[in-house]
């Protein structure tokens, strides 16, 4: 085995930083079969290396761009290379891309590293990209290692240059993110583009605006099953791609399927009720979607709201796992503490007992070897004893030297048995010893079991006052929702002013309107009563009435078309609120709509206004074609009458200018009132998002505190129920060796008194 830290040792096989970095894949290989590949050595290496990672990476990526347009006889775009530069000098300043991308290189995909957090990004977007450009570079990143992001914005790739860009997209095991908005991409594009959705398991985000990819449905299809292959991506942003609701059906089929995606984006399409419906039916299989934008594509409010519904369910789902997978994570953290407390703890009792069996073991042979010489001693005096009486019964005669050798004998067995009293004495001393140090283990548990005790009452006065600070931050929270509500009145209270406003304005104009009907109708009743008074003198004026009546009607088609061309205006303001409506944020839509309706009330009231005047003109009109046969009289008067007619019709203009610029200061005042609700919404949000936070905090705190205290106490247990089987093993060998003890004493006493029969 070689191992990359001994660099002193010869002829032996160097790695270099480059290769490393160009072939991570065969390194892997390599270090799996035939190297101990030290992780920790190469960072050491490569923190104190005045080379720089980056720079070797860009260079290679550089050089291999440059090599590729020499074999195809391509000469590179200056715009290019000047983007590979900046990210090579970019590169230079900083430390931790450099570590994960030649850590993910060297480890391969047997190390998890994260990098979409941490990265180097290349970024070619408003840089016209060639299709041979796009082929050069899909060859590039089929084996690139170093590039995290990707960004091709606005660099009209086209269908030909995205269908050579795909291959190495499919390929590339290192990109998180990929940018390909406003590209002109269309049918064979989405093509590609499932393709590499099927292929590349690496893309965590996609950006797709501003294409036209759901203009041919067959080739979405293709698209839609990619998304369903792909186990990976999580944010992927379709907005203004022309979808209709059978792209959109393809596409939520697809997404019963996928359950990694978290947010699609797919507004402004043209996706219709059919693809709002298919999106409901779509929620109710898949339920790790948690974020999907639908405005902008005449989706109905009922719809909306069942949407919004189930996202919402979705999204209490994804907290709920999120939160057990950090509980699941704690608790695992705790267990494996508590393991390697539990191992350690049971390595010193087995230490102890370990010792506890040498001391046991050295005095039981000790014991075993002083028995064994009484043995041989009590065998040598038996045998004596059986010589003795051999020669008792063959010889009856020597009996008295008989006697005084039995007295002899019988002085050496009272030593002995003294010899054995005494031997007896040693081995009580010893089992007092082996229990005052029986007694003085125990003490020493009693103390660690009392030290636990402690530890668990601090526990719980810890636990009491998390409680405490639960409850004050309980009562703040209380204080908060009552500041949201004085807010949320307040909000009420400008609302309902700003109606009333608005009723006492209608109210006025009203009012305006009525008493210019009843100046009307005094000034015709007046000028009937004239007309009577005055009819021989009308008749002699009637060819001045007939060429005033020529120059009224020309000015009433001047009239005319005025009011048409204001009408034209009118709703070209409509059209561009509405154009610009669309653009703006969904929240605002509801207010704008609002805003739409008082303009069209305003503008219906202007219009029943002018048809009553124009009511009026027909009817002097009328009134004049009768009086056609009156005397030449009447056409002074008539005159007269035409210049109050003016009078009045100037009034009525100026009227009119004043209450539309009236409409509009109240409507810019009520813009005003609107950004401050949104604003106070925006703030009660905000309040109401921190206040989850808090609870889920506090939740998380309260039920790793329980946590630890039934931990603690199921460890006291254990503990207990060693220390009782500690006492039961202690006690079992004590009863042995005093049973040991006994049938040795009982064994020694029962061959001396056999001399005596």
């Avoid at 590609?192 to 036209?212: D, I, P, T, Y």
């Avoid at 709002?276 to 109905?300: C, F, P, V, W």
């Amino acid at each position: 085995m070689l191992n990359l830290g001994e660099r002193t040792k010869p002829k032996q096989q160097s790695l270099d930083v480059r290769n490393i970095v160009n072939c991570p894949r065969y390194v892997a290989v390599k270090t799996n079969d035939y190297f101990s590949l030290n992780v920790k050595w190469f960072s050491r290496l490569l923190e104190a290396s005045p080379v720089n990672s980056h720079n070797y990476a860009m260079e290679d990526f550089r050089s291999n761009y440059l090599r590729l347009c020499k074999e195809n006889n391509l000469n590179p775009q200056e715009s290019v290379l000047n983007q590979l530069k900046q990210v090579r000098h970019s590169g230079t300043h900083s430390k931790t891309p450099r570590g994960n991308a030649l850590a993910s290189s060297i480890l391969g995909s047997s190390t998890k590293i994260d990098t979409g957090v941490v990265g180097v990004t290349l970024d070619l977007s408003t840089t016209s990209l060639t299709a041979q450009t796009c082929a050069i570079l899909g060859e590039a990143l089929a084996k690139d290692c170093l590039f995290v992001e990707l960004k091709l914005s606005d660099c009209m790739i086209g269908d030909d240059g995205l269908k050579l860009l795909a291959p190495g997209l499919c390929t590339n095991v290192a990109l998180r993110s990929l940018d390909l908005k406003g590209n002109n991409l269309r049918g064979a594009s989405a093509e590609a583009l499932g393709k590499v959705f099927r292929q590349n398991h690496s893309l965590r985000r996609v950006c797709l605006e501003w294409n036209s990819l759901g203009l041919d449905s067959d080739r979405f299809t293709l698209l839609a099953e990619g998304i369903s292959a792909n186990n990976s991506l999580e944010r992927l942003d379709l907005r203004n791609n022309q979808i209709s609701h059978d792209g959109a059906s393809e596409l939520m089929k697809s997404l019963q399927r996928n359950c990694a995606l978290q947010s699609v984006d797919l507004r402004w399409n043209n996706i219709g009720i059919v693809g709002g419906r298919s999106a409901l039916a779509m929620l109710q299989y898949n339920k790790t979607l948690t974020d999907l934008e639908l405005s902008g594509n005449n989706i109905t409010q009922d719809i909306v709201k069942a949407i919004d519904i189930a996202m919402q369910h979705n999204l209490d789902r994804a907290n709920l796992s999120n939160e057990h997978q950090t509980r699941q994570s704690i608790m695992t953290r705790e267990i494996k503490q508590l393991r390697t407390e539990k191992k350690q703890q049971s390595s010193d009792l087995l230490h102890r007992i370990d010792q506890q069996n040498d001391f046991h073991d050295k005095t039981r042979r000790d014991t075993i070897h002083k028995i064994y010489q009484l043995q041989e001693a009590l065998a040598e005096r038996k045998s004596a004893f059986n010589a003795l009486n051999a020669k008792l019964s063959k010889t009856e005669a020597e009996l008295l030297l008989v006697n005084q050798r039995s007295r002899d004998l019988s002085e050496l067995l009272e030593i002995s048995r003294k010899e054995n009293e005494a031997l007896v004495v040693m081995h009580q001393k010893e089992l007092q010893t082996q229990l005052g140090e029986k007694a003085a283990t125990e003490s020493k548990l009693l103390q660690e079991t009392s030290s636990l005790k402690d530890r668990s009452l601090h526990l719980e006065t810890k636990s009491d006052e998390l409680d405490r600070r639960c409850q004050n931050q309980q009562d703040q929270i209380y204080e908060l929702k009552e500041e949201l509500a004085s807010s949320h009145a307040q909000t009420k209270l400008q609302a309902t002013q700003a109606e009333e406003r608005l009723q006492n304005e209608r109210q006025r104009l009203r009012d305006q309107q009525r008493d210019v009907e009843q100046r009307h109708i005094s000034e015709i009743h007046h000028l009937r009563e004239s007309s009577e008074e005055s009819e021989r003198a009308y008749k002699d004026r009637i060819s001045k009435l007939e060429e005033h009546r020529r120059h009224i009607e020309e000015e009433m088609s001047k009239l005319k078309n005025q009011h048409l061309t204001e009408r034209l205006g009118l709703e070209e303001q409509i059209l561009n609120t509405r154009q610009r409506v669309k653009e703006e944020e969904h929240q605002r839509m509801k207010h704008l709509e609002d805003k739409i309706r008082l303009l069209n009330n305003a503008k219906d009231d202007l219009q029943q206004h002018h048809s009553q005047q124009m009511q009026t003109i027909a009817e002097l009109q009328s009134k004049n074609s009768n009086y056609t046969l009156e005397v030449e009289s009447l056409k002074r008067t008539l005159e007269e009458l035409n210049q109050e007619v003016a009078c009045k019709n100037n009034e009525l203009q100026a009227e009119v200018n004043r209450v539309k610029l009236n409409h509009s200061k109240q409507l810019s005042k009520m813009e005003v009132q609107v950004q401050d609700m949104e604003s106070l919404r925006e703030r009660c949000s905000a309040l109401e998002l921190q206040l989850t936070d808090q609870t889920r905090r506090h939740r998380a705190e309260l039920m790793d505190r329980d946590n630890e205290l039934v931990n603690t106490r199921d460890r006291m247990r254990s503990q207990e129920i060693e220390y009782s089987r500690m006492q039961e093993e202690e006690a079992q060998r004590a009863g042995m060796l005093q049973a040991a003890i006994s049938g040795y004493l009982v064994s020694s006493r029962s061959p001396a008194a056999t001399p005596r029969k």
